[in-house]
């Protein structure tokens, strides 16, 4: 039996996010009071009593899930109860989280560095709003052409396009890029069978083109963390493959901003190499049901 550690990305968080956890082990009240100090205010309030608002704000969403999903980690490892992972991954900024359980990034540094991500992010979207929707029930291959036609058809008007953002699991894709692209391209995958087109309530437009006006400020950002070889291979969400150099990790951090996460891809890597048991480690559950309907029969725990 193998066993992967999966953290999870934006959207797992909620309101009281990490209170009982901390409330239980000391070591993760440990970790949420590290956050606060290296961050300078209370993080740890923001997660355990909200508000909603401020919580859901990229700027805070992730360090939140960031130090949540090391929270939950740290007490995975003390309790000795969980084996040792054969790889290490995470759906978006949850390869942040990946990279600290991986020993190639501290808790501190990462700390910041997720902040400054969640920060720049947000300000791409102050820049250039974009949309974000999810397509059910409909081949990547398929929508891949959806999002070309509908760039096509806004590129008259100078409109970004549209992408696919992240490939969660077969039949469950988010597309993401400019309004008008985005819009165009929920019509067209209606009308090539998509059983449903459901927008995003965010105002950013995460893994696209869009990103790529804060790319040289977030790769200075990278450039002066302090990186370490992976003691765990991380599987890049660009590529689907192994990684552990911090040259690799530098520049996979980089390049996640603008391009697709390959979460259907990375989950079929692992189990190709023999993985059969995935712990999520992070608030909610969203990755193990998700990796469920990508390999049957995978046992999945989710632990936050």
């Given at each position: ?11 797992s ?8 956890l ?7 009240t ?5 956050a606060d100090?290296?961050l300078?205010?209370g993080?740890?309030q923001?997660?355990?009593a ?7 704000d990229t700027y ?5 899930i ?10 995975i ?8 992972p054969a790889?290490?991954?995470g759906?978006?900024l ?26 720049l992010?947000?300000?791409a979207g102050?820049?250039?709003?974009g949309?974000?929707a999810?397509?059910l ?7 891949r ?5 509908a760039s096509?058809?806004?590129a ?8 696919l ?5 077969p039949g ?6 400019g ?8 019509i067209?995958?209606?009308q090539r ?7 995003l309530?965010v105002s950013?437009a ?6 790529s006006?804060?790319?040289?400020e977030?790769?200075a950002?990278?450039a002066?963390?302090?990186l ?7 599987i890049?969400?660009t590529?689907a493959?192994p990684?552990t150099?911090?040259?690799?990790l ?6 996640q901003l ?12 692992m189990a190709a190499?023999?993985v059969?048991n995935y712990?999520?480690?992070g608030?909610k ?17 989710a632990?936050?």
């Amino acid at each position: 039996m193998s066993i992967a550690y999966v953290f999870p990305g934006q959207g797992s968080q909620f309101t009281g996010m990490g209170a009982e956890l901390s409330r239980l082990r000391p070591v993760a009240t440990g970790i949420f009071a590290r956050a606060d100090a290296a961050l300078g205010f209370g993080l740890s309030q923001l997660c355990f009593a909200g508000p909603d608002a401020e919580l859901n704000d990229t700027y805070n969403t992730q360090p939140a899930i960031f130090t949540h999903s090391i929270a939950a980690l740290e007490t995975i490892l003390l309790s000795g109860e969980v084996d040792a992972p054969a790889f290490v991954a995470g759906h978006s900024l949850g390869e942040l989280s990946a990279l600290c359980a991986a020993g190639a990034l501290s808790f501190e540094a990462g700390i910041k560095l997720v902040r400054e991500r969640g920060r720049l992010m947000k300000l791409a979207g102050e820049r250039a709003s974009g949309s974000m929707a999810a397509v059910l029930g409909m081949e990547a291959a398929v929508l891949r052409e959806v999002c070309e036609q509908a760039s096509a058809q806004v590129a008259a008007n100078n409109a970004p396009p549209v992408v696919l953002a992240n490939d969660n699991c077969p039949g469950q894709i988010v597309i993401s890029g400019g309004k008008e692209a985005v819009a165009a391209a929920g019509i067209l995958a209606k009308q090539r069978g998509a059983k449903r087109v459901a927008p995003l309530p965010v105002s950013i437009a995460a893994h696209s083109p869009l990103m790529s006006s804060i790319t040289e400020e977030f790769t200075a950002a990278v450039a002066a963390t302090a990186l370490n070889t992976a003691r765990v291979p991380v599987i890049a969400n660009t590529t689907a493959l192994p990684i552990t150099h911090p040259d690799d990790l530098r520049a996979e951090l980089c390049a996640q901003l603008t391009s697709s996460v390959r979460w259907t891809d990375s989950v079929k890597y692992m189990a190709a190499q023999g993985v059969t048991n995935y712990v999520e480690v992070g608030p909610k559950d969203v990755l193990s049901n998700l990796i469920k309907r990508i390999v049957t029969g995978a046992e999945t725990r989710a632990i936050g």
